[in-house]
Structure formats: structure tokens, C-alpha cells
């Protein structure tokens, strides 16, 4: 049996005009072609399907139980083709994406409000958690790309697209504000109450990093979960600590943090996009991939 796409599309117009011509008409063909193509349906299916006669076609019962399935894959087809076209104009999609928070409020927020406003139908999914819980979800296909702070370690089929450089910057509440007129040693900071990321995030080992290659073990006397906790704290006086120049600008303008300098320059981070390249993106992931490389000063 050899039956083309092309004959069960003819059979299901014929049937629905329940006359040749006009199907032929809607199928942009003749007469002739559209009766040989039921001809030769029939004769694969070994049964028939119409009862003509001058008032056009009508369908025989085996006709009419093909007709029942077909009429459903047709709508199924028609619908699949309007869903590939939206998603070609992006007028709707989904984007999974993995997130850290630091990388969060100084790229994703503001590059997503710009995508939306272009393309709002389509629906966004973020999973806000630690640099190496992004990477564990991409790696195991549960978000379409990760935007995250260095450092990271990952190998192909992982590629990391740097984004934006960041500074981090000690910083104290008004409990600490006269040190900001000292330059103070790292040593120094075992005299204060220090406040960093908890041992499970890629920022703590950085900073235990940090501090190892200058010959000292970091020891906090505060632990938070997440960045977003660290601020909060330290505006309340309860220590001095790290965060990225992008998160204390605005409090350090506003005089609620102050920042301190070191002797020392912290290493520059980076926030990067992480893709999977084994791995074909949809048309909607592949356009933020787009606007999220676009030089930062561009929004």
C-alpha cells in the first residue's frame, strides 16, 4: 500500500464540500486531477468511499469512518503548522532559564523586560538558584541556557559566553562607616564581623581562594543562604562584606552602605551565559541568547 499525505488531503476537502469541483477550486487543482487522486485511494483501501451523483458526493460508510480519523489528523496538522508558524514570528514559546541571583538583577531582569515588551507572547521560566544547581539543571536538559557568576568549572557540550564583567566591593553599614577613610589589609578583616555566602556556593570558594593565596583561611562569622540575605545584613550593621558593584550601587549612593577599601584588588568576575551546543534551541531561545550578548551599555 502506497498511500500519499497528498490523497488524504484531497479525500478530507472532498468530503467536507461534498463536491469535486469546489474541493478542486480550494486545493487550487482541476476536476480530473482531484478525481483520479479518490480513484486511486479507493483502489489501495479496496473499498469505496463516495457515492456520486449529480448533486455532487456524499459518503459511503467506510468513507465516513475515514473520514472521522482523517478530519482529526487534518486539525491536528493545521494546528501544528499555526504553532510552528507563531513560534517563527515568536508570538508565542517558552524559555527555561537557570539563574544566579547576582547575574539575575544585573543582566537577566533588564534584558528580559526589554524582550518582553518586543515579543510578549512568549512565556519565560526562571529558576532562581546557585551557580552550580544552573549548571546541574542545564546539564540535565531542564532549562534551555544558564545565566551565571564565575567561577565555573564546565567542558563541551558546555559553552560559556561572558556577558559582563563585575567588581566586587567590600562594603559596611554606618556602624563601619569610618573605616571607609582607611585602607585596610585583608588581614584586617578578622577584627570585624564578616558576612559572606554560605560553603556550598561557587562565591564562598572564590573568596576561600582569595584569601588562601594571601596566606589566610577565611573564617565569617555570619553565613547567608543567598546574596540577596547579605545586603539586608549588613545596611542592619551586622557585619562587612563582599557584593557585587552592580547590587551596593544604589545603597552606596544612598548612604546606606559605605564602601572600604582594600590594599588589595579582588579579582574580576564574570556573569556568562551557559548553553548547551549538543542541543538545537528554539527560535525563542535563541533570540534572548541574542539580546543578552549585546554590548551591556546598550541595555
Known amino acids: ?10 479525500f478530507y476537502y ?5 463536491n469535486i469541483t469546489q474541493a478542486a477550486d480550494v486545493l487550487m487543482s482541476n476536476q480530473p486531477n482531484v478525481s483520479r487522486a479518490i480513484s486511486n485511494l479507493e483502489h489501495e483501501l479496496g473499498c469505496r468511499l463516495f457515492m456520486r451523483s449529480n448533486r455532487g458526493v ?6 465516513q469512518r475515514l473520514f472521522n480519523r482523517v478530519s482529526v489528523a487534518h486539525q491536528q ?9 507563531d513560534a517563527k514570528s515568536l508570538k508565542n514559546g517558552i524559555v527555561s532559564i537557570g539563574v544566579s541571583e547576582t547575574a539575575l538583577n544585573a543582566v537577566l ?57 563585575i567588581r566586587e566591593q567590600l562594603v559596611g553599614g554606618p556602624r563601619f562607616r569610618y573605616l571607609s577613610k582607611a585602607v585596610l589589609k585583608l588581614e584586617d578583616l578578622h577584627n570585624y564581623p564578616l558576612i559572606f555566602l554560605n560553603s556550598q556556593t561557587n562565591t564562598r570558594d572564590f573568596y576561600n581562594q582569595f584569601f588562601f593565596e594571601h596566606g589566610l583561611t577565611l573564617l565569617p562569622e ?11 545584613m549588613i545596611k542592619h550593621d551586622l557585619g562587612i562584606g563582599f557584593l557585587s558593584d552592580v547590587c551596593v550601587k544604589e545603597a ?15 579579582p574580576g ?13 528554539s527560535i525563542a531561545v535563541r533570540e534572548l541568547e541574542k539580546l543578552l550578548q549585546m554590548p551591556y551599555h546598550q541595555g
Do not use: W
Open 109 to 165: 531582569l533588564p534584558r528580559l523586560q526589554k524582550f518582553h515588551t518586543l515579543y510578549p507572547g512568549i512565556r519565560i521560566h526562571i529558576s532562581s538558584v546557585t551557580t552550580s544547581q544552573a549548571i546541574t539543571s542545564l546539564k540535565a536538559g531542564l532549562v534551555d541556557f544558564a545565566v551565571v557568576t564565575t567561577p565555573i568549572n564546565i567542558s563541551r557540550p558546555l559553552k560559556e559566553i561572558p556577558l559582563l564583567t
Open 269 to 281: 568576575r564574570h556573569i556568562s551565559l551557559v548553553k548547551d551546543v549538543s542541543r538545537t534551541s
Open 252 to 266: 552606596i549612593q544612598k548612604e546606606e552602605v559605605f564602601e572600604l577599601h582594600l590594599d588589595c584588588e579582588v
Open 14 to 18: 472532498v468530503a467536507k464540500y461534498k
Open 58 to 63: 456524499t459518503l459511503t460508510p467506510e468513507g
Open 1 to 10: 500500500m502506497n498511500i500519499t499525505y497528498d490523497y488524504y488531503r484531497i
Open 77 to 85: 496538522l493545521k494546528a501544528a503548522e499555526q504553532e510552528l508558524s
Open 222 to 232: 555570619i553565613e547567608a543562604a543567598t546574596t540577596d540575605q547579605i545586603l539586608p
